[in-house]
């Protein structure tokens, strides 16, 4: 802390801070929100589709007159990279996510979301968006990290464990078909958990590729409010083409019951509309790594939530494994920290150093400058 106050971190400094963490305490919310309309049957695509179409609707304003002065030309390139972001960040990354969270829990799919930041400083490395020096102890511990990291990401994947406590409160809704642990055999329930990991990590990596994404948008296109509605409406578009292909039935688009239209509403304005401005403007500021490492406050949050409201089971496996991880995105974090420190010290010291020479330059152009006039006067 010592160390950030003598490099002048002021409030704006950590704004991206505070920003991050209010966008996981909503996250944690839609994740049991979803939860819930999930094991009533609700149709995945159906979900993201009134989701990201939510989205677009509500920021759509907001984007045309928030940056309508400030905005760059929309170029076919933008729009192209805008088009693959929704593919990774929205349409197909959420019906994995939500295909992920369906068989397993609510707290589990976060957890399993602890690996973001290794694999997002992992893609970074080929791209320069991250770099390792191993004869700095910054990049040794961004290494140690990793690893430790990856230990527990494998932890999460091949170990539950037993739970810790049983709820003796019966579920709040009725069991369904799409129930991940009523009504099936334990083979089956061992082969829907299998498809819930296969989900979250195939999620994952593309949920890892937004962030790389994104830093690029960011550049080119520097308004975040334009780009999320551009984006959302893109991924509106796929998940509801997705959905129209995969099945026929009209019925699976009307919602039934308040808890539908609610999960809908707030996971479209809050988790897809407010949460990726808020993303994409952390993305801007301080890297795809520091916001991804924000992730696992989700599943301490989302734990507070999914255990009292949804009664569901904490097994130890998904303990250690968090635990693991988070004791390696310290390292990673710390390393992270470490050398922005190190280049706020250079670029102070090349501004120190180029002050100094304008200043001599300065004094030796004085004495040539009195010569010249005294030459005229003369």
Request: a positive charge; one cysteine or more.
């Amino acid at each position: 802390m010592d160390a950030m106050s003598n490099q002048g971190f002021g409030f704006d400094e950590w704004k991206p801070f505070i920003v991050m963490i209010a966008i996981e305490m909503c996250f944690a919310g839609v994740n049991v929100l979803l939860k819930t309309v999930l094991d009533q049957g609700i149709n995945h695509l159906v979900l993201i589709t009134y989701r990201l179409s939510i989205s677009a609707v509500f920021l759509a304003p907001v984007g045309y007159f928030w940056e309508r002065s400030t905005r760059p030309k929309l170029t076919f390139r933008i729009l192209c990279y805008l088009f693959v972001s929704a593919i990774v960040g929205s349409s197909l990354t959420q019906y994995l996510y939500l295909l992920g969270i369906q068989y397993t829990s609510a707290t589990f799919s976060c957890a399993f979301i602890n690996i973001v930041p290794v694999i997002t400083f992992i893609m970074a490395l080929p791209f320069r968006t991250e770099k390792v020096d191993m004869k700095e102890r910054s990049g040794r511990a961004k290494v140690l990290g990793t690893l430790i990291c990856i230990g527990g990401a494998m932890v999460l994947i091949l170990y539950r464990g037993p739970a810790l406590f049983n709820s003796s409160h019966p579920q709040q809704y009725a069991p369904t078909s799409h129930s991940p642990s009523l009504g099936f055999s334990p083979k089956k329930r061992a082969e829907r958990w299998s498809i819930g990991l296969i989900g979250l990590g195939l999620g994952t990596l593309f949920w890892s590729s937004w962030f790389l994404i994104q830093a690029s948008i960011a550049r080119r296109f520097p308004c975040q409010y334009s780009s999320t509605v551009i984006m959302s409406f893109f991924g509106s578009i796929q998940s509801s083409v997705l959905a129209f292909a995969t099945g026929n039935d009209l019925s699976i688009w009307v919602l039934k019951g308040k808890a539908q239209i609610l999960t809908v509403v707030y996971a479209g304005m809050v988790g897809s509309g407010l949460c990726f401005v808020g993303m994409a403007w952390c993305v801007k500021k301080r890297g795809p790594v520091f916001t991804a490492a924000f992730s696992p406050l989700i599943q301490i949050m989302s734990a507070m939530l999914d255990i009292p409201i949804l009664h569901e089971q904490l097994h130890i496996g998904s303990i250690v494994g968090s635990i693991i991880v988070i004791i390696g995105l310290y390292f990673l974090l710390w390393g992270k920290n470490k050398e922005m420190q190190k280049c706020a010290t250079k670029i102070a010291q090349e501004e120190e150093e180029l002050d100094v020479e304008v200043k001599v330059q300065e004094q030796e152009e004085e004495p040539s400058t009195r010569n010249h006039q005294v030459q005229g006067l003369l």
